[in-house]
């Protein structure tokens, strides 16, 4: 018949190796100094400690995905940004070679009337505006009615008004909707 003991060595001095521990593993140390196997002894996170921890880490979590997510939207506010300046630079362009080939012709103005309008990279004419959105086919294009184009959330008018009988004026204006709903 074999017996298994097991014997705990503990320092003399027990105050100083008790500094710093929680109550429970003080309790546990007081438990090994009455000669409790030295199994019960081993100390680890009580369940306090784990919760405390769990909440700090989902706070700082929380704070994290809430910066990664600011970035995110308003990385896509510039992107959309970008893309509508270049709308706009589009469709003063088109309307200036609509003005060009009025002016190459020896007319000043009749194919660009006074109005609301909407055009595409391959307008000759300015249409009426019906505030449709623009579309995005394969290549990059962006118009109106593309064979195979997405629709965008995108919308271009142009303006146009003539403030002198020498002058024309044209203002384009491009506007979408953002996810956020601005």
């Known amino acids: 018949q074999k017996q298994q003991r097991e014997r705990l060595i503990l320092p003399t001095n027990m105050n100083r190796l008790q500094k710093g521990f929680t109550p429970y593993i003080n309790f546990a140390m007081r438990l090994c100094r009455k000669g409790v ?6 100390t680890g ?9 769990l909440f700090i880490i989902s706070i700082a979590l929380t704070g994290a995905i809430s910066v990664i997510m600011a ?3 308003a990385g896509r506010l510039i992107q959309n940004n970008f893309i509508a300046s270049g709308l706009a630079q589009e469709g003063i362009e088109i309307t200036r070679n609509i003005r060009d080939t009025d002016f190459f012709a020896g007319n000043f103005g009749p194919s660009l009337p006074v109005g609301t309008y909407q055009v595409q990279w391959d307008s000759t004419a300015p249409v009426a505006y019906d505030g449709s959105q623009l579309q995005k086919n394969s290549t990059g294009f962006y118009g109106y009615n593309l064979s195979g184009g997405a629709n965008t959330t995108f919308r271009r008018a142009l303006v146009i008004s003539y403030p002198s009988p020498d002058e024309i004026q044209v203002i384009v204006s491009v506007s979408w909707q953002e996810r956020s709903g601005n």
């Open 37 to 42: 196997a030295a199994r019960s002894c081993i």
């Open 71 to 73: 970035q995110s939207a």
């Open 45 to 53: 996170f009580t369940l306090l400690e784990a919760l405390i921890a």
